[in-house]
């Protein structure tokens, strides 16, 4: 079984008020059991924080389910098995194909929303509060091919 979940917390301060950061959990059975793997995948406004990462673009640099410093995270949407198999193909090509993992803007973007809007673009669409989600991104672009962003 495999599973896509979209979430979302309140921005710390007092942009939080109008403000939320989006981000992705994969989760893949691991061998046939019960048990599952889960990756967290999201933009982050400081690029190379953690050894899984390509620029501001971060797998696990957080636990799944934290938030980002007001308050816990909920549950936009997910996806499960068939639904959720072209968006988890995205999402682990993406430090290939996102064009933006050097660049990180709060506003007007492209950030963590932009990212996850850019994602799930053939599913949904992001909340209002999801800031940078109108972000444009280019449809074809060259994908990068250096040995620095294999991890």
């Not at 495999?2 to 710390?12: D, G, T, Y």
């Not at 599952?36 to 190379?48: I, L, S």
């Not at 193909?89 to 993406?94: D, I, P």
């Not at 290939?96 to 599913?123: C, E, L």
Request: charge should be positive; aromatic fraction near 12%; hydrophobic fraction near 35%.
């Amino acid at each position: 079984m495999v599973k896509v979940e979209l979430r979302a917390a309140k921005i710390p301060s007092l942009v939080g008020i109008f403000a939320d950061h989006y981000w992705l959990l994969v989760f893949r059975s691991v061998d046939g059991s019960q048990l599952q793997k889960c990756d967290r995948w999201e933009v982050w406004q400081q690029a190379n924080q953690n050894k899984t990462c390509w620029g501001h673009l971060h797998k696990n640099l957080l636990p799944p389910y934290q938030g980002v410093g007001n308050g816990s995270s909920v549950c936009i949407q997910q996806w499960r098995d068939d639904q959720a198999l072209s968006i988890i193909e995205k999402v682990e090509t993406s430090p290939w194909t996102y064009p933006f993992t050097d660049r990180y803007r709060y506003w007007p973007g492209p950030n963590s929303n932009t990212f996850a809007q850019w994602i799930v673009r053939d599913k949904t669409t992001l909340g209002i509060r999801a800031i940078g989600r109108n972000f444009s991104v280019p449809e074809q672009h060259q994908a990068k091919t250096s040995q620095t962003w294999l991890r």
